[in-house]
């Protein structure tokens, strides 16, 4: 199809080379550096899609982000949606259809990488045209570090060519400044680069769009990338926005703003229209319609002014004019892409006559609204100017410049400034504000992405509405893809009218980010798959992946859960596993439990003040079981403790618990106690920690330690001993998570994957088996032993699990001890930790169940029904032959022997509380 | 049985093996390393600590890196681990001060070549430019989602030492070679 | 080219009169502080419970225009304890009717919730609700990975994501509704029944006499009062230091965002505390999220974007198809958080004054059933039986209801 | 995404730090002479000010150390940060 508004001698599209896309399911043709808007005007394509809500056409209606209704789908070469179509640049073979208000996401997976980039400047310059230009280069001739945003493809802004800067053509203008800034090291400018976030302290965000206009792109390079820029001053050069009027079926494809029209011609070469009426209170249109007019096209201007200004030339200019209401093409002449196309215009001229004027295309330009939303993201007051009709920045903020139209400066020298002469232009006439003209308010169309009209403010005020935000939720005016950027304050202008108030005083809306829309997963950028959040792995992970673990996620970690052989469920295999250690010998990955080095003086006041227990008369060479409390008095971690000299111990905290207990206790240390003498280090990683477990683990140990006196008597349950292992330094120590003898062996991490395979190798002639977390549950729980986090929720004291003896008595105070003191914790109907057998020997009972009263007939009674707790634990058990479980139980432990019923599947499974220990209570395997 | 314990490295050693050109990181071999605290720790060594913040200083057999107002990195080529935890422990422990082994804590990771700054630039937050961190400058922050010691071990912004929780270098190592790609033409 | 307008673009309309602009009078029986949906609700019920008229709803911006404006609407009532689900349960039944009740579209759109669960503790902690829940009469349900797929086909719930879905909680009557028309429905059938709404009138202080407050001083003047309602959310502090009155509350700004409008693809709602999100697909198509509260007291209603950054991570990875889908707008709140993230609600030390507070994330879903349970509150001089257990004296008896679990993502 | 003044490290990033709520609240003298009250004033009740805010901070993610700032609820401007043990400054919003 050949481009029939393209215009020889005009724009910067390469027309050596022809790009073929589809536009709702029609083939057209474009060149590189066509959008999709250009290359479809071009084509005299002028309507994209329906409205969302009434379904009227609505097609392009800017050249550029501001455009409030030329949304389109991209579906090739990837699906997204609700695109402006003036600001999607133009590949071959795109497959593009238009919209009916709402986008349609891929249905596939995005494999486009996302990413981020940080930057340090002195000066970071938001926008390239002619104010940004001269601001960059100027830091950059002072020596700064500077970045340069620009959302277009090409410098410039808003110059169109026509201009004469320092005497040349202003495009040799913005050549030059762009070459000297490429040429110093110092300077980084980013084209494609929307800046969409501006935050404290000189943040600036900025999305750049790095592929998508490529047709053969690097498959490593990131389609986008969120600039993340550090500033130390940000000069906001981000222009302003032409603003429409609004008048009756303002809302037809083949309305454009006035300045849009000349830059599609200027850039792309597209004469958007042939026999085309400009419709304007503001000169910059006059400067569009006389280049139209070079370019070939007939225009008459409708004036709202009473006398056309200096620049007007030889235009035709009807004066004092509104436009009444347009008209669209006949249905009979309907085609593709022009379906509601106007057609013509109706207009009463300063004398009150009407008339009408055919035309295929209307302009229109009711002034400037500066695009102040990256000042006012950082708070930057923005105040109505009644001159200008806009709100534009009223203050200073310290660190933030605005310059040129962004700040209300509308001439070019201005942008300039006063080291860059302008050539001349004609003078300036002050435009009149209008918002509106008089009409069929339910057809001029305000918020024309939302369908919203003049006559729904109406409806807004008349329903005693009288802040600008509830008109806005009222209306939906300003909540669509374009975020009211063109007609945002005429909505608050019409509202002020209606209420005969005065635009400042009705509340101005804060402009937030981002200034434009940003994909999600640009946003997310590399923290997508196994990058969404770090991996932690042990020191022999490889081995647990070699040998087919199965892996649980225990915060970052990856925790070999359990072990299967072939044929094996996880059921048989922690069985298997669970039966190997109590018949035998296990071996359990305990690399990832927090260890913390406390070293110094004070070092035992210290662990004497968070531990619930007495730390301070641990001998070195012993290990003690603590339990920390929250000033609540509420338990937040266990473990145990190993007194390495009489400055040192080494704490032991639970995998999860790791990180948040070294910041409790180094909170403490700095912020309460700073007098005492202690130190803290993190040493999870330094150390391996292999438990050897079942009463065959002290012949493995002591065949892979021959240094060591593994005898009961020489080296009692709850010490350590330190040995060498061919010159390596190993500790091993004497605890049990399971009640079988057992040795934690520890060592220097560099030897992990060596320690494992001697203790395997060791092993090997006694059936060692290594074991997961969830046979480390099993075993633990068939103790009592309850998991922090698991069998406690955050409501939970020592008492509550038995564990008094672990609370001293002795010590005056410790971090929660008051709070053992309050009122509820003296309630008998406290829940405790205790133990449940199904009393049909066979029921698992599902962990979180909830525990009720024994129902004598079967039945549960109608809700609410009271609860007496929830299962926290729940396993089958080898040693048992059963299932059982923990629980927290009101008042459980004196409980113990009593029936109550747990809800399971519609079901009440009938079960006896029991004492929280069920397997060796007499402690008789420990020793092995 | 193997006659020694032998050592281990947390990441395959060809983990870093298909970096583009202008990019290179190696995995340091075992070095010591012992965490030091103690206020006034220039009047108990014989080396003179780097006092201020975000500095690292060289020693006869390693580096000093300062970690906070009490507290420093020590790496030791010479010494065995647990060496170096009881000499500087020795040397400290009298006045209240603490040493400890942190030799397998961290994995250390040599970053090199002309894309080495604009790599760390995809996920450190700092500003590396060489006027500001240069030759002797560290940093303890954030690189992509973990927590690293960064080293500037010249003034071009080409050569960096990482060190990284062991733990986490798994993370890093596909962190650094995703970003990687981006260099790949 | 589609003409066909897309499902969910006609809303309905607004009512065409909605409230009088009055003059705040000298005196009122009841002045409620804060016109947000628990002061218009609490207003509400006033009249129509209690016949309780004379009336002041004070508001210091425009009506509705704090968390009431900024939130992304999730009704539901699956809490563990039996003292919330209580209260949410009431609140949920209240929603259920309230349509009727105000004579006012509210969408209402009970489209259930889905709370993920990824790892082996979420597992627990999820269905240990679940079966609270039943118990309680709250209606929940535990689904399996593949359930899940069934009822939200987008949630990823492979195996090969960094947190695998191990399944979820389901609450089918939990749904979202429209804020403004919910608020603008309880300000219009207050308004009608006499209740006077005054704006731009913020309180400055207040008049005492012994325990008992006598008047309100605000910016359109001093208003003298039989009853004082404190219903200011995350400015409850300021009002509280005011009278002097300390309370554990912490202000923090709140997030949310929304995407621009798409075709339906998300036809319920699904939060995930370990992956840190929560998404609805409004009405007319837009992407609705939240996420946590940012960390530090803030009364500025913006946060940090990195929360949000976390946040579109977080989406993506759940639901793939979202990669291309893009944000639209950001916003904040301000939400007033407790200790045990459950609400303050009752006695003060002034024996006239109530305050409603700390309801952190959970405000709007709360919005009719506090309404209910605070006019009775303040009609009766004593505690609704739904408050009681929410009185700010737990906190020295330690009987606290702690929620935290519930409400670690924004809902 | 403000750059916080570590006292130790100079500015960095927002996300290294770790906020620890109001700051100069000492731990009692002795917890066990308090009366529930107190004690509950303690454990859970903080000042929530509309403006200045002094805080504790801990730069978790760089040198670990916790210190204190001056910060404007409202705009969330830190007017000073502080190294823990130093009184708190005057500052002015």
Redesign the interface.
Known sequence: MSSDFRVEGYGRVDRDQTLTFTFDGRTYTGHPGDTIASALLANGVHTLGSSVKLGRPRGIGASWTEDATGLIQVEEPFPEPMLLATAVELVDGMVVRGLNGQGRLAQIPDTARYDRKYHHVDTLVIGAGPAGLVAARAAARRGERVALLDDRAEAGGSLTGTETIDGRPSRDFVAEVTTELAGNAQVVHLPRTTAFGHYDDGFVLALERRTDHLSDPPAGRSRQRVHRVRAKKVVVATGAHERPIVFADNDRPGILLAASARDLLHRYGVLAGREIVVFTSDDAAYAAALDLVAAGAKVTVLEVRAQAPAGAGDLHVITGARVLSTRAVLPADETVGNHGRIASVAVMDGGGHEFGLTCDLLLVSGGWNPTAHLFSHVRGPLAYDEALGAFRPARSVPGVEVVGAADGVLDLAGCLGPEVTAGDEPERTPGEVIWRVPGATDRQFVDVQRDATVADIARAVGAGLRSVEHVKRYTTIGTAHDQGKTTGVIAAGIAAELLGTGVQDLGTTTFRPPYTPVAFAALAGRERGELFDPVRTTAVHDWHVAHGAVFEDVGQWKRARHYPQPGEDMEAAVLRECTAVRGGVGILDGSTLGKIDVQGPDSAVLLDRLYTNMMSSLKVGSVRYGVMCGVDGMVIDDGTVLRLADDRFMVITTTGGAAKILDWMEEWVQTEWPGLRVHLASVTEQWAVFPVVGPRSREVIGAVFPGLDVANAAFPFMTWRDTVLDGVPVRVARISFSGELAYEVNVNAWYAPAMWERLLEAGAPHGITPYGTETMHVLRAEKGYPIIGQDTDGTVTPHDLGMAWAVSKKKPDFVGKRSFARPLNADPLRKQLVGLLPTDSTTKLPEGSQIVELCDDGVLPAPPVPMLGHVTSSYRSAALGRPFALALLKGGRERVGDIVHVPVGGQLVAAQITSSVLVDPEGARRDG | MADTLYRSQVLPSDVFAALPEGLSVTIESHVAMAGLRLRDLAEVLNTTPPVQPNTWAATPDGQMVWLGPDEWLVTSRDQQPHELESTLREAVKERGGAAVDVSAQRLSLRLSGVLARDLLSLGCSLDLHPSVFTVGSSAQTALGMTNVVLLALDSAGEDYRIFVRSSFAGYLADWIVDASAEYVN | MTSATPPGAHLPEHGDFLWRNPEPKKSYDVVIVGGGGHGLATAHYLAKNHGITNVAVLEKGWLAGGNMARNTTLIRSNYLWDESAAIYEHSLKLWEGLEDDLGYPILFSQRGVLNLAHTEQDVRDSVRRVEANKLNGVDAEWLTPDEVAKICPIVNVSGDIRYPVQGATYQPRAGIAKHDWVAWGFARKADEAGIDLIQDCEVTGFVTDGDTVTGVCTTRGDIACGTVALCAAGHTSVLLDMLGVPAPLSSHPLQALVSELLEPVHPTIVMSNQVHVYVSQAHKGELVMGAGVDSYNGYGQRGAFHIIERQMAAAVELFPVFARAHLLRTWAGIVDTTPDASPIVGHTPYRNVYVNSGWGTGGFKATPGIGWCLADTVAHGRPHEYVAPFALDRFVTGALVDEHGAAAVAH | ???IECP?????????F????QAHI???E???E?T??E????????A???GL?A??W?H???????FNAV?D?????FLATYR??EPQPEVQS
Request: aromatic share 18%; charged share 25%.
């Open positions: 995404m403000q750059l130790w490290c100079g500015p960095r990033e927002e996300t290294e770790h906020y620890g709520g000492a731990y009692p002795t917890p066990s308090l529930d009250t004690w509950a004033q303690y454990i859970f009740f903080r929530n000010p509309k805010f805080e504790r801990s978790s993610g760089g040198c670990r150390r916790w910060r609820t409202r705009t969330y401007t823990s043990g």
